[in-house]
C-alpha cells in the first residue's frame, strides 16, 4: 500500500501497514490519509494521522471491525516501537533529546451522505521535535525524508504568534499558520524544512485596542446624532455583493471544483469560513458560492451562519 524509499522518519508511513491487515489493504484502493503535525512553541509537536477509507462490502466492514478490536492491544504498541525507533535516530541526526508518548488510538465506523467509512485515528506527542530559538525550525527531525503516497497530505500547523520565513519545497497551500503538501510526492532528507519567524510587533493586542477604541467613537458619534440629528430613511442593502460573474462551469470543472473544496475542509480540520475559502484554493466568489450550494443540497457539507459570514463544515463532523 505504501512505498518506503528511505530509512529514518518514512517508517511513519509503515502506520497503515502494522495496523491495517494486508489483505484488506490490497483491495481497497480509494483510501485517504492526513498526516497533521502541530507545532507548540517549545518544539514539541503533537501528531495527529486519519486513515480513511470506504467500506462498500459486508467482509470490509467485518474486517475493520476486526482490526479496531485489536487496536490498541496489538497494533498501537508496533506502532509506538516504530516512531519511538524513529525518534532515536533523529535525535541522533539533530543532538537533541527527543521521546515519543501518550499514544491513543480510535477506529468507527461513520456514514454520512457520500456511503460507510472506517475511519482510524492515531496521536501522539513528539517533544523537542522543532529547534526553538528566535523563531522555530521544522524538518530537521525528518532525517530519512518522507514519501507520500496517492491521496495523502501532510499538514503542518505552527502556532500564532509566527510569520513562514521560508518552506523548502514550497507547500501546494498556505493558510492561517498552516502549510498543507499532497501525494504523491517524495521529501529528501531534512524536508520539508521550514523556518518560522516570530512577528515583531503584537499585531493582536494592538488590533484589539483599535477595535475597542473605533467601537467607543462609533457608539458617541452614535448617539449624539440620535440626540441632535432626525432619524435618517431607513435604506435595505444586501449584506453581501458579489463582486465577479463566472461563466458556468462543466460537469468535469464543477467536480474538480468540489474535489478541491473537500480536500481543503479535510486538511483544515473538517471546517473553515467561505471567504478563507475564497483566498485559499483562488477561484471566483460566485463559482464557489455555486459549488458549496450544490454540496449543500446533496447533504455532503453544513453552511452554518456566524455573524456576517458562512462557515462551512463537513457534514458528520460534530463541534
Known amino acids: 500500500m505504501h512505498k518506503i524509499t528511505r530509512n529514518g522518519l518514512a517508517i511513519i508511513l509503515l502506520i497503515l501497514l502494522c495496523g491495517i491487515p494486508a489483505a484488506w489493504a490490497a483491495s481497497v484502493p480509494d483510501y485517504t490519509t492526513a498526516y497533521t503535525i502541530t507545532v507548540s512553541d517549545d518544539g514539541t509537536a503533537f501528531w495527529n494521522v486519519e486513515y480513511r477509507t470506504p467500506l462498500t462490502t459486508s467482509d470490509e466492514i467485518s474486517i475493520f471491525e476486526n482490526y479496531s ?29 527527543m521521546t515519543v508518548e501518550n499514544f491513543t488510538g480510535n477506529s468507527a465506523v461513520q456514514t454520512n451522505p457520500t456511503g460507510k467509512f472506517g475511519v482510524v485515528t492515531i496521536s501522539f506527542y513528539w517533544t523537542n521535535f522543532a529547534a526553538p530559538d528566535d523563531g522555530l525550525a521544522v524538518g530537521d527531525a525528518f532525517v530519512g525524508g518522507l514519501y507520500l503516497s496517492k491521496d495523502n497530505t501532510l499538514v503542518i500547523q505552527y502556532p500564532a504568534g509566527y510569520t513562514v520565513s521560508t518552506a523548502e519545497p514550497a507547500p501546494d497551500q498556505q493558510g492561517s499558520n498552516t502549510l498543507v503538501w499532497y501525494g504523491m510526492r517524495s521529501f529528501g532528507v531534512g524536508k520539508p524544512d ?126
Do not use: W
Request: with cysteine.
Open 69 to 97: 478490536d485489536n487496536l490498541n492491544s496489538l497494533y498501537l504498541p508496533e506502532l509506538k516501537d516504530l516512531m519511538q525507533h524513529s525518534a532515536a535516530q533523529a535525535a541522533a541526526g539533530t543532538e537533541r533529546h
Open 194 to 319: 521550514i523556518v518560522l519567524e516570530k512577528t515583531a510587533f503584537p499585531l493582536v493586542p494592538v488590533a484589539a485596542g483599535c477595535v475597542i477604541v473605533i467601537i467607543a467613537v462609533a457608539g458617541l458619534v452614535q448617539y449624539r446624532r440620535k440626540k441632535h440629528d432626525p432619524l435618517p430613511t431607513a435604506t435595505a442593502e444586501p449584506l453581501e455583493v458579489p463582486d465577479d460573474s463566472s461563466p458556468p462551469l462543466s460537469d468535469a470543472d464543477r467536480i474538480g471544483v468540489e474535489d478541491r473544496i473537500l480536500r481543503q475542509l479535510r486538511a483544515n480540520g473538517g471546517e473553515q469560513y467561505q471567504s478563507d475559502l475564497v483566498k485559499v484554493l483562488d477561484i471566483p466568489k460566485s463559482t464557489l458560492s455555486s459549488a458549496l450550494n450544490d454540496l449543500h443540497q446533496r447533504g455532503i457539507i453544513q453552511k452554518i451562519k456566524k455573524g456576517r459570514e458562512n462557515l462551512i463544515r463537513l457534514a458528520g463532523e460534530d463541534r
